[in-house]
């Protein structure tokens, strides 16, 4: 799902799958098959699998080299140099610490492609109470996310587990991140989600902070978000705000098609003026529709 793509009114392509990284990003504890690469039970090999070069493991510590997952048939996959993890409560030993490296890899490959593909779909999420009882963590090195006819890449993710009571709070932080198609691409992300545990959809989790920056320009939001297994059912609250927002418009007519600045003078003209040189949009999705600051927008919600 993409929550505010600040690219125009593709800036606007709001919340169009109601399944989105944090809700994925929380599931732990799968068990491992052996097959054409490796699967998380209980999503069908024809749905998700995943490979590594080593996995090599002490006590409650795993590093695991030149790590693979795709989404099966869809194009979509990721490729990690090298991810590290380990458990601070040392309750999960190497095995374990492989399924919740490849859980979050299935958790980043279904928001990368916006929702659940067609052979993922009816599948519980198994055994996420694990995760109440142990704080995770891990890094991702050397990424390369790819789907048809594109690729962008990432120097690094670190992922951890803040606490899990009452609810799962997690904390993501993104660096490096490059991309040759789209101008002036945000080089680094924080997000900072708590989740309420739940094995099958609906999922409800906060938004409690998300920072980036494209330029001088910082991009702060934070929201809460109800998905439900379709959109009518769906409920999401997402306010945003940007500082600068002329002088990114100005760099962007440099360096960007003429579309892109135009859709960002557009969203200019629909933002609230806000405190400390900032424009802020407050974005809602209800019974299907996108609103925002109160206007209703036309949104194709076609993958």
């Excluded at 690219?7 to 098959?33: D, E, N, T």
């Excluded at 374990?96 to 979050?104: D, G, K």
Aim: net charge neutral; charged share 20%; with cysteine.
């Amino acid at each position: 799902m993409t929550v505010f793509s600040l690219s125009g009114l593709p800036l606007l392509k709001v919340i169009s799958r109601p399944f989105f990284l944090g809700a994925s990003l929380f599931v732990s504890y799968f068990s491992v098959s052996q097959s054409y690469g490796r699967t998380l039970d209980p999503l069908p090999e024809s749905c998700f699998r995943f490979s590594s070069e080593q996995d090599k493991g002490t006590g409650n510590n795993l590093t695991t080299t030149h790590f693979h997952a795709e989404l099966v048939g869809t194009g979509y996959s990721v490729d990690v140099s090298t991810s590290v993890l380990k458990d601070h409560k040392n309750k999960l030993d190497s095995d374990a610490l492989i399924r919740v490296n490849a859980a979050a890899a299935y958790g980043v490959l279904v928001a990368y492609h916006h929702d659940l593909p067609e052979n993922c779909k009816n599948t519980a999420i198994p055994e996420i109470n694990e995760v109440k009882d142990t704080l995770p963590e891990a890094t991702w090195s050397n990424i390369t996310m790819t789907k048809p006819d594109h690729s962008f890449h990432v120097k690094s993710v670190y992922f951890r587990i803040i606490s899990t009571s009452p609810q799962i709070r997690a904390q993501i932080i993104a660096k490096g991140l490059h991309d040759t198609i789209y101008p002036l691409f945000p080089q680094n992300a924080s997000a900072d989600i708590s989740m309420d545990p739940s094995t099958r959809l609906p999922f409800n989790f906060t938004i409690n902070s998300l920072h980036t920056a494209i330029d001088d320009s910082q991009i702060d939001g934070s929201g809460i978000v109800h998905a439900a297994g379709d959109l009518p059912n769906s409920f999401a609250k997402i306010h945003l705000s940007i500082t600068e927002i002329g002088k990114l418009i100005d760099h962007l007519s440099r360096v960007a098609p003429v579309k892109v600045t135009a859709a960002f003078l557009v969203a200019r003209l629909m933002g609230d003026r806000e405190p400390n040189h900032r424009t802020g949009w407050t974005v809602t999705l209800d019974n299907s529709k996108v609103r925002v600051n109160g206007k209703t927008l036309p949104i194709n919600f076609q993958h």
